[in-house]
């Protein structure tokens, strides 16, 4: 084990004393040191000559450079070595980084903002760095150093402050930085999890590793990320896959937005607070190039897909709550019944009697859609509810195993069910369920006395995904779960 030597990276660089009062050319402060005496620590270092960068450092007997910043001009003529433009800088430096350890280069023509320091300032340099020392630890570190300081950064990163901080550097770097950044750590944790996987080791994760919501004048979101390697297994398969489709499979990550729009109404004797589906999307997003997808593993059209999304509303504070109502009713399929009658006559032999069959059968057909949408009351919860279908025998998908004749037959409904145009799925292998379908709502009625108050709700979701041989010819299948949980706000008024 590390100890938890967690210092304060920027009160540290804040700090540094004028160059003139430098007694060799660099000055460096631990980040994470060893129990052990027989093992390196790892210090971050800032060299002065020809100009001020900084090092992430093992620190053995001849040091080992294991990342470098550019190079910033020091101010010579100041009491401060590095001030607030230097500072903010080095904090676009380490982001660009950490985005450059992802495998996804389309976004290479996105800027990333300037962030000047605020309030909340130090904890978004605090979680860059800690987020890049992660990376650096999986991919350039040495076995004996990584193992000892991994877990410990971990642990740093998983911290209450630390989540406040991803959720603020997700505002500022946008929808689009924001994706590059989780898949760049998800890659890394992935690979992190596939080389314990091989030594029999296991590594506890939050589920889901990132969330976060939203709460703003007529509008809740939820972004969940999550690797699909890091997510509970709930449905596993009776046969073993192979080495390449592991691969596939594993190197994927889960990307759900759940967004609600929400309106108060005040009535009469109580206050209506309407909440309408506006998007639920969930895609299944390759973490490696197509090409290593295609070299190591059996191609990326072979990975998990949407068959359960769950999604559970619930105000935290129920005393002046007086109903919740619903807006769809329990199914009430239609079904068609028919009668086929059949007659066949004919003679037999003379003197024979006259031989005549009757055969009746009685057919039946329903319309089925894919998807199957309920919503449900358990208190004051709402419960909103999607469940994929069989389309062949209409049994829900994340419970159920498909058949082994399926599973070789090319017609299957799961088969290049990318490409098909009876698909339940976007081509990408995702879904999106938007108003224009699924534009129910929910109605809360709650007591007048609680106009102008700021009222809590808890959103609980769980999301399942399932892997059903797509083009790649093999026995294995099984549903993987995603549980998490934010919290919203509204304000009455």
Request: glycine fraction near 4%.
């Amino acid at each position: 084990m590390a100890s938890c030597c967690c210092p304060d990276i920027l009160a540290w660089i804040q700090n540094l004393p004028p160059l003139d009062e430098w007694r060799t050319t660099a000055m460096s402060i631990c980040i994470c040191s060893p129990n052990s005496s027989n093992h390196p620590s790892l210090n971050l270092s800032v060299t002065k000559k020809p100009s001020l960068s900084f090092s992430i450092v093992a620190d053995f007997h001849l040091p080992i450079s294991l990342w470098t910043s550019k190079s910033f001009k020091s101010r010579s003529k100041s009491s401060r070595l590095v001030d607030e433009e230097t500072v903010s800088r080095l904090l676009s430096n380490i982001i660009e980084d950490v985005l450059g350890y992802g495998s996804n280069k389309s976004n290479s023509w996105l800027r990333i903002p300037r962030i000047d320091p605020l309030a909340n300032f130090k904890d978004i340099f605090s979680l860059s760095f800690h987020t890049l020392t992660f990376l650096i630890l999986i991919y350039e570190a040495p076995a004996d150093l990584r193992s000892t300081c991994l877990t410990n950064v971990k642990n740093q990163l998983a911290l209450s402050q630390s989540r406040d901080a991803s959720k603020l550097l997700m505002r500022i770097l946008g929808s689009n930085l924001e994706e590059q950044w989780m898949r760049s750590v998800n890659l890394a944790i992935t690979n992190w999890i596939v080389e314990l996987q091989a030594t029999s080791q296991t590594l506890k994760t939050p589920s889901p590793l990132f969330s976060y919501a939203i709460s703003t004048v007529g509008l809740w979101k939820v972004q969940v990320y999550c690797p699909v390697i890091a997510m509970d297994v709930d449905n596993p398969s009776s046969s073993s896959p192979d080495e390449r489709l592991m691969f596939s499979l594993n190197y994927h990550q889960l990307e759900g937005v759940i967004q609600f729009n929400y309106r108060v109404v005040v009535r009469e004797r109580w206050v209506e607070v309407m909440v309408d589906i506006d998007n639920i999307r969930c895609d299944i997003v390759r973490l490696v190039s197509e090409a290593l997808m295609t070299e190591r593993g059996v191609g990326a059209a072979e990975k998990h897909f949407p068959s359960r999304i769950s999604l559970q509303l619930t105000p935290s504070l129920q005393n002046n709550l007086l109903s919740v109502s619903v807006s769809k009713s329990s199914e009430n399929p239609t079904r068609e019944i028919g009668m086929e009658k059949a007659i066949e006559g004919g003679f037999d032999a003379p003197n024979s009697y006259l031989s005549l069959k009757v055969s009746a059968a009685e057919t039946m057909t329903m319309s089925l859609k894919p998807w199957k949408f309920e919503q449900s009351v358990y208190g004051y919860a709402a419960n909103l509810n999607w469940f994929l279908h069989d389309s062949v025998d209409g049994r829900e998908v994340v419970s159920s195993k498909p058949s082994k004749i399926s599973l070789i037959q090319p017609k299957s409904w799961f088969k290049d069910r990318y490409s098909s145009a009876y698909r339940p799925f976007t081509r990408q292998g995702g879904v999106v369920f938007a108003g224009d379908e699924y534009g129910e709502s929910v109605c809360w009625k709650v007591d007048k006395s609680a106009l102008g108050k700021t009222m809590e709700w808890e959103v609980k979701g769980r999301i399942g995904l399932t892997y059903w041989p797509n083009k790649h010819r093999t026995f294995y299948n099984e549903t993987r779960r995603l549980e998490f949980r934010e919290v919203l706000h509204l304000t009455l008024g």
